[in-house]
């Protein structure tokens, strides 16, 4: 784990505040930056001055509950990882949590250290990914981001350039400035750089 792995600001958010500080420090021990919180409004108020790496959150908690929370922090920052843990686990609510809330984890209480410190490892990852992503693909114009997006399903310069209305050589232009402003090689690389990404809607 690099260092700035181990520095990356983790949240839990736990109506519990015992448990929700005691998984603060177990991560602390580790490295991490992780500050509790005793309910998910808490934290939605200071979320956007300070966005995380990754959120672990129970699913029952007051008024607003983990999947809903989950959903409300997707929409302030989608390279936030999350992590939900709960005493009441269920076979629906971790489908639910995996699949819907786009939950890296499912977690029973009382908690097993050692896969919530794996989990916590894997979403800092994914969420460096992500944000690394993000900064790459938001320099791109909204013609380059066309462009990209027909490149990774493998379309020609020429095919791209009749699916646009454009001439090859715009095409090619495009291709150069999308390869400097990324900084990949070749088109393997803008494959790579795309895993996960989804085209906007413009």
């Known amino acids: 784990m690099s260092d700035a792995d181990r520095n990356a600001l983790i949240y839990v958010v736990d109506d519990d505040a015992d448990l929700g500080g005691a998984v603060a420090r177990l991560l602390r021990r580790q490295k991490y930056s992780a500050e509790p919180f005793v309910s998910p409004e808490q934290l939605l108020t200071a979320y956007a001055g300070a966005p995380a790496a990754c959120i672990i959150t129970d699913v029952m908690m007051g008024e607003l509950d983990g999947f809903s929370f989950a959903e409300r922090v997707r929409s302030l920052d989608p390279a936030v990882a999350i992590i939900f843990m709960t005493a009441w686990p269920t076979t629906a609510n971790a ?19 050692a896969r919530l410190l794996a989990a916590v490892a894997e979403g800092v990852a994914w969420s460096a990914k992500k944000r690394f992503q993000a900064e790459k693909l938001s320099r791109l114009t909204r013609r380059e981001r066309q462009v990209f997006a027909l490149l990774i399903r493998g379309l020609s310069t020429k095919a791209i350039a009749a699916e646009l209305g454009l001439s090859p050589k715009t095409i090619e232009d495009h291709r150069a400035r999308i390869n400097l402003k990324t900084g990949a090689t070749g088109l393997a690389q803008l494959i790579a750089l795309a895993d996960g990404w989804e085209p906007p809607k413009e």
Not at 95 to 113: F, M, S, T
């Open 95 to 113: 489908v639910d949590a995996i699949r819907r809330y786009g939950g890296l984890e499912y977690l029973e209480k009382p908690i097993d250290q």
